[in-house]
């Protein structure tokens, strides 16, 4: 079972739209959660980390569900710019390895 | 700006070249990472080097060589590549201790082998 899995999309949707993801992680042991955005042919780049309490930045919320072992984006009135791939990405305590899923494609249209 | 630093951002070599990806941050972290990643794919860890140690290697093959001169730098030495590792090569760094943190990308150096 892979560490850390998500739906790969691609999400199509129009601008002004909320889209969601969901990304779940296998291992209990996982300590800390983050989304990172890929654009195309560039590298990713942190969007948020992902605390317990859930988080807010603008019109992105992440929220952690520790019970259910998953992690989720949402995002509020899409821009044309919000196009991108979007990782989940999960490390756990005091150990150095990054787990990625496999990313989830959005395309947000005029 | 990113604050690691990739050179060169574009590498083209044949089979029998041997070249160097090099990688430079001044963050102060002590973890650094080197992740390959292909087309439409999530990055794919090769090694981790901590406080300047070799930690994690994920069984790359031997034309793959990892070097960590000090703190800061961080090299991955190449040599009698296949067409088939032509890829975004990622630097990357972190915290080390109990709470990692995030990790910080390199803008990439992107390899192709004729």
């Known amino acids: 079972r892979k560490e850390v899995e998500q739906d790969p999309g691609p999400f199509n949707v129009p601008e002004g739209a909320t889209v969601a993801f969901n990304c779940t992680y296998s291992?209990?042991?996982?300590?800390?959660f983050f989304w990172y955005r890929q654009d195309c042919r560039k590298e990713p780049k942190l969007l948020m980390s992902v605390y317990s309490s859930g988080n807010e930045d603008g019109r992105f919320t992440a929220q952690l569900n520790r019970a259910s072992q998953y992690i989720s984006l949402l995002i509020r009135d899409s821009k044309l710019s919000d196009s991108a791939t979007y990782l989940c990405?999960?490390?756990?305590?005091?150990?150095?390895?990054?787990?990625f899923g496999s990313g989830t494609k959005l395309n947000v249209k005029p | 700006d990113t604050e690691v630093t990739q050179t060169p951002k574009h590498l083209v070599m044949g089979m029998t070249n041997k070249k160097s990806l090099k990688c430079e941050q001044h963050?102060?972290?002590?973890?650094m990472y080197w992740y390959k990643q292909k087309a439409k794919k999530p990055p794919e860890l090769m090694f981790v080097y901590s406080y300047e140690k070799l930690s994690i290697n994920e069984s790359v093959p031997s034309r793959f060589s990892p070097e960590c001169p000090n703190s800061s730098l961080l090299n991955l030495h190449l040599h009698a590549l296949q067409p088939e590792d032509s890829a975004l090569y990622l630097c990357a760094s972190s915290q080390l201790g109990l709470n990692t943190g995030e990790l910080f990308f390199g803008e990439g150096s992107r390899l192709t082998v004729l």
């Open positions: 963050m102060g972290h002590r973890a």
């Open positions: 990405v999960v490390t756990r305590y005091n150990f150095n390895k990054f787990y």
């Open positions: 291992n209990s042991a996982s300590q800390s």
